[in-house]
């Protein structure tokens, strides 16, 4: 799948920022005032931002409402829905909490369950492509989850629990990424059944039906990259997960060793999510000879 | 609304026979030609003349190779659009209810004034059957011509569509496949039509035929009588033969 910078910018951006909505949610950490006022900043910066960049993918942004009509059916549309409850929630919150020294406890844990669900159902967009066998497994909320709940706890300076969740997340992303790269082939899907042909022979590609691309092809069958595909792996586990740890379990916690963490985990995260979209094989590949 | 109906009044539909198929590309090119001035906004290029033109298509023809076991390769040319499905992911996907599928008869179409070109749809379906246009930034796809099939405006043999009407070698069918005594449908049945990647649950209403087996070569009686007679070269050509395999 083509990696668009928006889509990998709304799915990372938006993450942390309700990973760190959801710990303002529980209270951790205990601040009001001005110091509130920052990291709900944050928090809502990031959500934001994220969600406004993935109007960017759109081809007629300008009708985005519409997308709040079929939450009956559609996870892009419940993901819409639950991140403007999410932001209305949490924004009362943070109204109590900044500038009247008032903590609403049941509304803070309302929220913290609603970023939750937001990045669940942000997850959901691909778990439940099936045409994609890597997106359409378990493991994709799984990660998505832990992301959000790693990101929200560094940023909130929940160290005590965001040393042993680095670990968590670079283990499971490295597990699902090996897990992953047999789905296709699990899927059943092959140039036999996309054809139906399967059964009189070896079927392959003897011409394609231009000699250009064309959309599908850029959006669908994007290939480039893929090669360094093992090192990008590497560095994103080392940045995303082994580096900050190593910050936080070697060094003197403070803040500009604070900020270098934070830096060196969006950049493991940015790479980490060019590579669930780059390495993603789609089922039309099959019919271009290609994955 | 992007729930799917639990029945279809008709499934019209398509059945392209592979082993008619001549892979002319005429079904791709009169598809574009109607597609372009009819429903929905047009089809369009990008950099059409130039050194890397793209554009958008309802309609695209693969050629594959088959290699049996034993025997040669065979080519068999592949139309591919969109298939109807029965439970069609790209439906359900949508979050702005401008993919639907119709109750009366089962197409699959796509509302442009409420698509926002967010591009799910596309990545739902398994066959490549969804385009979004560059240009209008909506999603583009097969409408079965809707608006020829029912277009009371013209002669009776033109209202199916476009692909059907210009295939020249007769490959392409419409009727409706949920009838079965439909001759769509006892096509399907006599030539054993099957559906495409059915590991995806998507039940497509649109079935190929299945090229028909090759004709084993024939046994000629008299293929014995033109073995070659001289075995070993005798003369001048057996001499040359003994003195070349010397050197």
Not at chain 1, 17 to 38: E, H, M, Q
Not at chain 2, 117 to 125: P, R, S
Request: aromatic share 12%; charged share 15%; hydrophobic share 45%.
């Amino acid at each position: 799948m083509h990696p668009a910078p928006s889509i990998i910018a709304f799915t990372v951006l938006s993450g942390l920022g309700f990973g760190l909505l959801g710990f303002l949610g529980l209270g951790k950490p205990d601040v009001s005032g001005f110091t509130a006022f920052v990291f709900f900043f944050i928090g809502f910066g990031l959500a934001i931002s994220g969600l406004i960049s993935s109007t960017f993918h759109l081809g007629n942004p300008q009708r985005a409402l519409k997308a709040f009509s079929q939450w009956r059916t559609s996870w892009l549309s419940r993901e819409g829905w639950l991140s403007v409850a999410t932001l209305i929630v949490m924004g009362i919150y943070a109204i109590g909490i900044i500038f009247f020294h008032t903590r609403f406890a049941i509304l803070g844990i309302l929220g913290a369950l609603l970023c939750l669900a937001t990045v669940f159902a942000t997850s959901m967009i691909y778990t439940q492509i099936k045409t994609v066998p890597r997106w359409n497994h378990w493991s994709t909320p799984v990660l998505f989850l832990l992301y959000s709940i790693t990101g929200g706890a560094l940023l909130s300076g929940q160290v005590w629990i965001a040393e042993p969740l680095f670990l968590l997340l670079g283990a499971a992303q490295l597990v699902f990424w090996m897990f992953g790269d047999n789905l296709f082939a699990d899927s059943g899907s092959n140039m036999g059944t996309a054809t139906g042909l399967g059964s009189l022979g070896k079927v392959r590609l003897f011409e394609g039906p231009h000699s250009g691309g064309n959309y599908l092809t850029r959006e669908m069958v994007h290939v480039v990259g893929r090669k360094h595909a093992v090192k990008l792996r590497v560095i994103s586990v080392f940045c995303l997960a082994l580096l900050p740890w190593a910050i936080f379990t070697f060094f003197n916690f403070g803040h500009a060793w604070a900020l270098l963490a934070v830096i060196l985990h969006l950049i493991g995260a940015f790479v980490s999510r060019w590579l669930f979209f780059a390495q993603a094989e789609h089922t039309v590949g099959l019919y271009y000879g290609a994955r | 609304m992007t729930q799917l109906p639990t029945s279809t009044e008709k499934k019209l539909g398509l059945v392209i026979d592979l082993d008619t198929c001549v892979g002319c590309h005429a079904c791709v090119v009169s598809c574009k030609g109607w597609n372009t001035e009819n429903y929905g906004a047009p089809l369009s290029d990008q950099n059409a003349y130039g050194a890397d033109p793209t554009g958008t298509f309802l309609n695209r023809v693969h050629s594959f190779e088959v290699q049996p076991e034993r025997g040669a390769a065979q080519t068999i040319h592949f139309p591919k659009s969109c298939l109807h499905c029965e439970d069609a992911p790209c439906v359900t996907v949508c979050p702005t209810g401008a993919s639907y599928k119709r109750v009366e008869d089962g197409i699959v179409l796509v509302n442009e004034t409420d698509c926002i070109g967010c591009g799910l749809c596309a990545w739902a379906c398994p066959y490549g059957a969804r385009e979004m246009d560059q240009k209008e930034g909506v999603m583009k796809k097969c409408t079965l011509c809707v608006d020829r099939i029912y277009n009371e405006n013209l002669p009776e043999e033109d209202r199916q569509p476009a692909c059907v009407r210009t295939c020249p070698a007769g490959a392409r069918h419409f009727g409706d496949l949920g009838d079965e005594t439909s001759d769509v449908s006892k096509l399907v049945a006599e030539r054993g039509g099957i559906d495409l990647m059915p590991e995806q649950g998507t039940k497509p209403v649109n079935k190929y035929l299945p090229p028909r087996p090759k004709d084993e070569a024939a046994i000629d009686v008299l293929a014995p009588f033109l073995e070659p007679v001289a075995e070993e070269a005798t003369g001048f050509l057996g001499w040359l033969d003994r003195t070349l395999e010397k050197l």
